[in-house]
Every structure is written in C-alpha cells, then in structure tokens.
C-alpha cells in the first residue's frame, strides 16, 4: 500500500526540525508519535521547506538522509544483537533490574563506527556493587567494554546510566525536550518487576513534551528491601573506591550513591541551541 504525503502542521515542522539534529528523516507514524507537547509554546517556528521520498520526511536539500536512515539501521539491528547478548549475560546479576539500549541506537541511528550505550537500573542501595560486578565480569568474559578517553568506540558496551531503582525521577533543572526524547526512545532489552513502567512513571513529565511518545501504566507503590549492615558496608566501601579512580577524569558526569550518568559533552544544550537556531 503506497503511503501518501500529508500537509505538515506547525507542530509536525518542529519535530521535523528536531529529529533534523541527528540526520533522522520521519514517517508518517513517526509524526505522530514525535508530536511535540505543550511545552512547544514559546518556541518560535519560521516558514520551513520541506520535502518527502520513499515515505520519509525531511529538510529540503538534505534527502541523502533518507538513505544514510535506511542504512544506518541496518547497522543499529546488528548492534542491538550485540547489546542483547550482553543483557542476557548481564541479567544473571540479581540486583540487576533493568537493561536498555539508550542514545542513537535506541533511534536504530547508530554510526558503524559507534559504540553500544547502554543504561542499567539496579535494586535499591546495590548501584555500585553492581557496577563493579558487571564491569569486572564483562571484561573476564571477553565482552568488549569502552574505556575513559578510549578512542576506538566501535561496537564497545558504553554504559554510561546507571541508576538504582529508587532514584529515577530526572531533576527539574535538566527537563526539556532533548532529556524526555532521550528518556522515551530507550529500548529495554531485560526488564524485571515493571521497572521499565517505573521509571516512565516516574519520569512522567516527559509527557509535556512528547506526549505520544510512549504509553505509561499506573503502578502499585513499589517497596524496596533493605540492606542489612553488612551490604551496605561493602557498597560503601565500593563506592568510595570507584569514586576515588574517577576524580581525576571528571568533567561534567554526575556521580553520586544511587545514580551515575557519564556524558561528558552537554549535548542536551547543544541540541536545543540547534533547535533555536534550525526554527528561525
């Protein structure tokens, strides 16, 4: 069935522009889904041209991004077998909770020279522990792991969130529409005990700005089993160790008892200065 060209609104020129960032022509369900939400008041949106080949969306003049699409899927679906042979391996660790495919990967837009990120929920107070854990054992086991400052990426594990099932909640300051994209594309690959849902649930403001983006179910209040003494000596311990290694090769991560999150680019201001400036 031939898919036709529609008129674009406002709305969908925006997103338009948005996925444009990252060379991401769209469908037509995939304006739909990349609605932007009420957040989108007080952005500016100027007379753009666009145009439309094999059911793709895009700028006029960029159409070579319909092809580097198509082809860069085909190199994401091989790397997402990759990053599920790791999170079945992975998901024999029992504080972990959940494994997801994060970034242009989780787009299926990934470069093939580009690494596999990757973001892991553990149970609570168990985060670094099971850092430590999975890092040590990934390696023993011959999976290729990225290292700080490693310039060969291509196909590595990048596990760059790690989070502990009762801090999942994004902080205000760091809510636009580059973070709640980021938040609704992941792609879990082992999810156990609804923490996929959790943590849409508690991210639920993503909805202001991509409001179709995913579907969020209500869940029952969750309770977390507590650490006797013993365990949280040992994560303490674990925790200052790891923390001490990477003092001396921080720049803009955060690093704290119950989250880590490496990106040491700020791309989310990069992208909505982009945004700003692709809206004009």
Same mark, same amino acid.
Request: a positive charge.
């Given at each position: ?5 529609? #008129?674009? +609104?406002? @709305? ?9 960032? $990252? ?15 009420? /957040?989108? &008041? ?20 960029? &159409?070579?991004? #319909? ?5 860069? &899927? ?27 495919? +994060?970034?242009? *990967? ?11 990120? *990757?973001?892991? #929920?553990?149970?609570?107070? /168990?985060?670094?522990?099971?850092? !430590? ?5 990934? +390696? ?6 990225? %290292? ?16 502990? @099932? ?8 760091? %809510?636009? !529409? ?11 690959? $082992? ?10 649930? &508690? ?30 000596? $040992? ?12 003092? =001396?090769?921080?720049? %803009? @991560?955060?690093?704290?008892? =119950? ?9 989310? =201001?990069? +992208?909505?200065?982009? *945004? #700003?400036?692709?809206?004009?």
């Amino acid at each position: 069935m031939k898919i036709s060209k529609v #008129v674009l +609104t406002s @709305e969908n020129i925006f997103s338009l522009i948005y996925h444009q960032i $990252f060379s991401f022509p769209l469908t037509n369900f995939e304006l739909i889904k990349w609605q932007p939400g009420k /957040k989108i &008041k007080g952005y500016k949106i100027g007379k753009i041209d666009y145009g439309y080949l094999d059911g793709y969306y895009f700028l006029k003049k960029n &159409k070579n991004f #319909v092809y580097s699409r198509v082809f860069r &899927k085909n190199i994401s679906l091989k790397k997402i077998i990759l990053a599920k042979k790791a999170a079945k391996f992975l998901s024999i660790i029992p504080s972990i909770e959940m494994i997801a495919v +994060t970034g242009s *990967l989780s787009m299926l837009n990934a470069k093939g020279d580009s690494d596999i990120d *990757l973001m892991i #929920v553990t149970k609570k107070g /168990k985060l670094w522990s099971t850092r !430590f854990i999975s890092l040590l054992s990934l +390696t023993v086991f011959g999976f290729k792991v990225r %290292r700080f400052k490693e310039k060969e990426e291509k196909n590595k594990l990048c596990i760059n969130i790690w989070l502990d @099932e009762s801090n999942l909640s994004w902080p205000s300051p760091d %809510r636009n !529409f580059y973070t709640a994209h980021e938040i609704a594309q992941i792609i879990p690959i $082992f999810d156990k005990d609804n923490t996929y849902q959790n943590l849409l649930n &508690k991210n639920i403001w993503i909805k202001d700005y991509w409001p179709s983006a995913v579907k969020i179910k209500k869940l029952k209040r969750i309770k977390y089993t507590k650490l006797n003494l013993l365990e949280k000596s $040992f994560e303490l311990f674990l925790f200052k160790i790891q923390k001490i290694y990477m003092n =001396n090769k921080r720049t %803009r @991560e955060v690093v704290s008892k =119950n989250r880590a999150i490496f990106h040491p680019i700020d791309r989310s =201001n990069n +992208t909505l200065m982009k *945004l #700003v400036q692709l809206l004009r």
